[in-house]
């Protein structure tokens, strides 16, 4: 089964919104064993939509979703391009006009507009292809499925909470979609491991594939994430070739294989803290808080985390965390003694028995010969006492260097959890 | 001028990573008058890259930027693509072969492998198409940029501080580039609107463009972020479009249009604390961190903001934020009072005039029906001793309730400071 994504709007197409619509239909389809083979981003222009619809048809792709464009301004033009692409007029939908009002009217903005706008805007979205099955509507636009040439099209809205609610629905409900899916089987021994600090190469020798044929049992992707690298598998014909990889890349490189089941660091660590129950506090200088926006983005994080200090100014470091003027004056914020001053400072503020720490030059300005950008102090405090620091050099944008401070930050907490 | 991007990656369609690289380059062209037509994201596939380059050749668009595959396992397939698609072999190119070296040995994980995989995974990376224009290495992989048929191709990393990087270095060297940019025109009358707790409905009854026709002479995006809208304007052939509607906007929301040159909320809120020389803590429970990290993203926000405290666990919150336990006991950590001692307490705890608090239920988990997932309770304590507290009741799955927290957080700031 392979499937299409056509996501429209000017607003992800000229860079200005964070897609997440595609990913999330590929990550779901492909783990269903559905093939994604493409993702495309068109403006709002309704020719443009109707030909790579038109297109996707002809090249007998068994599903296409498109997302985005179901909006009430002059600039939502999916359904009709969908539509044109399948050559069927559009129509009012009786029903969907129903759906749009009711939901519509839940919003209290609803009412700062005239009943003259709310009847154009409700009608405009309860337009769909004649023929169309109606997918009801999560917020206000209901989306749409209809067969056309041997591929099921699909019609979502772009917000991606309306999204994801409205495809798993039509999952569950839409006799095409279902029909599409109980033809697919379940990408067998799919797994996605993720290992630390080792590159792509290393992985290439270490399966050393011209003498073992490993791969050819295998579908692999490999991808480089900052610090880290993902490897999804599966099996690829024969079972257990996942299993086979999945093996040698352990026995290559221990425990930088840190998660096995595709469970991101922040849960792994999560784990780690819940089993012995101990708990976890930071103390943030340069990332800012996004250590502790990452943590407790896992829900039931409150069992293991309490929370942190942002210590962006040298003054909260003094106060909050207790590091030593001495330090600050002498050896400066970014350095080993105030990383080792902080963690140490967040444990005992916090009350807790982990804590890491970090402070660093992010960039682009505050950079000296002595302290470069991108120089990082990484402390771990852990509860028999015992405090490490590392000292990392990262190169990259203000972005890029936080993140990769933040992300060696949970490894080495990781790491210190695993060996502890 | 029209410009394609195409993605490559198996880890980018199926969602594994987040897309950055086609919105900075659309971003980027768009601004400069180049209107990107369309993004197509692809699987690490020879024969998909080359027909979709081929496509884009025949469609006589002026400019393809091809994205990722340029790494060195066997997935790594652009290059051969690109070649294929313009119908030239590829060879050896000696002096990228010296900078892929050279790149390559600055590394120290670069010796975890044999030579003999260092010589393969070079010449496979110096690999290029005959007759393209190399492009050096930023990380280790060199780009390449080439005419066919009127059409130039550019070849870029994955990597986005790679691509970026060679993006700019291009931009400034490569002839087939700099000629494609000196054809184009700066968009006139551009710039971008960010508009708070306004919907789309209410923009399209206050442009009343059936009556007034001002959409005739402006191109005009609306993308409706979480709470926010941004509308993006450019002249459409008659100067002064853009202005007018800009002007009908102001006109009609007043201060809710709180940005006229694109500058997000964070930004607004740094200058009005530079200017008034204030500094700004947080008290953060169930965003754990992400106010912190949203407004130390902008470069010199150590001049305006101190830091905070993410208090998590309910200890904390007494502990260093000083919130009376009567309070957490009977009104609950997720409370008015609750809100309003964490504000009070990190502008005490911090030293600052300003202070942001933050405490709600962001599930899945945790809500009652007294206090349901999404009850949020945002404060803001102002230099006067003023303490402002709203209640918020979002909708939406985790992360989006916490993002919804944060984005209001930032809002009340924003308006408290412009009315102080």
Not at 31 to 49: C, E, S
Not at 72 to 78: A, R
Not at 332 to 357: N, Y
Not at 385 to 394: I, K, P, T
Request: aromatic share 2%.
């Amino acid at each position: 089964m392979r499937a299409a994504v056509v996501v429209t709007g000017d607003e992800v197409l000229h860079g200005r919104v964070t897609e997440r619509n595609a990913a999330f239909l590929c990550a779901w389809l492909e783990a269903r064993g559905v093939d994604p083979v493409r993702v495309t981003v068109l403006p709002d222009r309704t020719a443009d939509i109707a030909a790579e619809v038109r297109d996707r048809i002809h090249d007998e792709v068994d599903l296409v979703v498109t997302s985005g464009g179901l909006g009430i301004t002059h600039d939502d033009v999916t359904m009709a391009a969908v539509a044109a692409a399948v050559g069927v007029p559009t129509a009012l939908h009786e029903e969907a006009l129903v759906l749009v009002g009711r939901n519509a009217d839940r919003h209290p903005s609803r009412f700062l507009v005239s009943q003259e706008t709310r009847d154009a805007t409700d009608r405009k979205q309860a337009t769909l292809p004649v023929g169309a099955r109606m997918l009801p509507p999560v917020g206000t636009a209901p989306g749409c499925a209809l067969e056309a040439g041997g591929t099921l099209v699909l019609v979502l809205p772009g917000p991606p909470g309306e999204l994801q609610a409205m495809w798993l629905a039509a999952v569950e409900h839409d006799p095409g979609l279902r029909d599409v899916l109980a033809r697919t089987g379940v990408a067998e021994g799919r797994r996605v491991l993720r290992i630390h600090d080792v590159v792509e190469s290393q992985v290439v020798e270490a399966l050393d594939d011209a003498r073992t044929g490993i791969l050819g049992n295998v579908r692999m992707g490999i991808c480089a994430r900052i610090g880290e690298l993902e490897l999804t598998l599966a099996d690829a014909g024969v079972p257990g070739g996942a299993d086979a990889v999945a093996a040698r890349l352990e026995a290559a490189f221990g425990a930088a294989v840190f998660s096995r089941d595709g469970a991101p660091v922040e849960v792994v660590i999560g784990r780690g803290l819940a089993a012995r129950r101990e708990v976890l506090a930071v103390a943030e200088s340069c990332t800012g808080g996004m250590i502790g926006e990452r943590l407790t983005a896992v829900p039931g994080s409150s069992e293991w985390f309490a929370g942190g200090v942002i210590a962006y100014a040298n003054g909260v470091k003094r106060d909050l965390l207790g590091v030593p003027r001495d330090a600050l004056d002498t050896d400066g914020a970014v350095s080993e003694p105030v990383a080792r001053a902080m963690a140490v400072g967040a444990r005992r503020a916090l009350g807790t028995g982990w804590a890491l720490s970090v402070t660093g030059v992010a960039g682009p300005g505050g950079g000296t010969p002595a302290k470069p950008v991108g120089l990082v102090y990484i402390g771990c405090a852990a509860p028999d006492g015992a405090v490490v620091v590392h000292e990392h050099r990262f190169r990259g944008d203000r972005e890029v260097i936080r993140q990769r401070a933040a992300v060696q930050a949970l490894h080495l907490l990781r790491v210190r959890l695993a060996t502890a």
